[in-house]
């Protein structure tokens, strides 16, 4: 194996913790920086142990400068998410995802460095699934502000795809749903760990509308290989789908989630508008076309959703899930 010099910038977060372990496991290099943005899982590790660590956000064009010429590849996937603050503070989203996802490409370019580019599904918007990579993009009106995560997104790709044209190698992946340990929680933040911790605490499942909505689960560990594997240069200046093959509905994986957990917990309907500002608009289904990764990565998720959910309700009882404090 060709040994890297790795960068994985939201190296802290939830996805970007996992990568940078999967990274070093293959025998590379790994250095993570991150701003420590926002709500911080249960056990994300200030210090990764073996896995040094620069306190710093990409919006800082010079430290981005400094360090990105030391590394090979650039996985870039520190970003604002979450659909509340997508919704509640779009101006600081756009900004600080735009203006770092500009700073990390430019300084790859200068330096000749490869980028694999984290963006997600909801690129994809309300169209109609299957969602493959030429498909095009399906939006709610400007004025609905849960469009504005995927319209940076849309931008940042776009920038990505024109520093491609320009020579640099860079991939973009698309994630779809990707949950287990460390997934974010709260009221606006991931299902599954939404579910999970409410049937370990006994406290009701609120399923967000009528439960008919459709997604792919990825698992984390699938994911991370998907996005390591990215750096292949035959995944260079491709987009590329990361996700399960294999859709549930959101009143399905409750069910699921109440039977692994063996919990006596109440699934209840909670309609959208209880829940989300104005403005909120559902994606009714949404599953990937994953024959591209196929083909260009030997890719496809091995972790089916029941033996996933089992790792991550594991995950969640080992910290102390279903103990009130
Ligand atoms: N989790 C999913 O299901 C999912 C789906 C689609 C796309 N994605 C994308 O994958 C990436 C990782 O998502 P995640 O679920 O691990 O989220 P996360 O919030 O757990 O991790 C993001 C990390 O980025 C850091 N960060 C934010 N802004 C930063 C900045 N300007 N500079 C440095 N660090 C910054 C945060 O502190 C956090 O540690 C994101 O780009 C996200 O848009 C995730």
Not at 115 to 125: L, P, Q, T
Not at 181 to 187: N, W
Request: net charge neutral; glycine share 10%; proline share 6%.
């Amino acid at each position: 194996m060709n040994r890297k010099r790795c960068l994985v910038t939201g190296g802290a977060g939830f996805i970007g913790s996992h990568l940078a372990e999967h990274l070093l496991e293959l025998g590379h290099e790994v250095v993570v920086v991150d701003s420590f943005y926002g709500e911080v899982p249960c056990d994300r590790p200030k210090e990764q142990g073996p896995i040094p660590l620069i306190g710093g956000s990409t919006t800082d064009k010079q430290l981005m400068d400094a360090i990105i010429p030391e590394f090979d590849v650039v996985f870039h996937l520190a970003a604002i998410l979450g659909v509340k603050t997508t919704m509640t503070r779009p101006v600081e989203m756009i900004e600080s995802n735009v203006e770092g996802t500009r700073n990390v490409l430019r300084a790859a370019y200068r330096s000749g460095c490869k980028v694999v580019f984290a963006s997600s599904s909801e690129v994809y918007g309300k169209g109609a699934p299957p969602f493959a990579e030429e498909n095009d993009r399906v939006y709610g009106a400007t004025a609905k502000l849960r469009w504005s995560y995927a319209v940076a997104k849309t931008l940042e790709e776009t920038l990505c795809l024109g520093y491609g044209a320009k020579g640099l190698p860079v991939t973009i992946l698309r994630y779809f749903n990707i949950y287990g340990p460390r997934a974010k929680e709260g009221p606006y933040a991931g299902v599954i760990p939404r579910f999970i911790r409410a049937s370990l605490e006994g406290d009701d499942m609120p399923v967000y509308g009528d439960g008919t909505q459709t997604r792919c689960f990825t698992y984390v560990g699938d994911a991370v290989r998907a996005t390591a594997s990215a750096m292949d240069p035959k995944a260079d200046q491709e987009i590329l789908n990361v996700g399960s093959a294999h859709p549930i509905s959101i009143g399905a994986l409750a069910v699921m989630v109440k039977r692994l957990t063996g919990s006596p917990s109440q699934i209840v309907h909670v309609p959208f508008e209880q829940v989300y500002p104005s403005g909120f608009e559902e994606i009714p289904n949404r599953f990937p076309d994953m024959r591209k990764a196929k083909r260009l990565l030997g890719f496809s998720a091995r972790i089916g959703l029941e033996e996933g959910l089992a790792q991550t309700i594991d995950w969640y009882r080992a910290q102390g899930g279903g103990k009130r404090s």
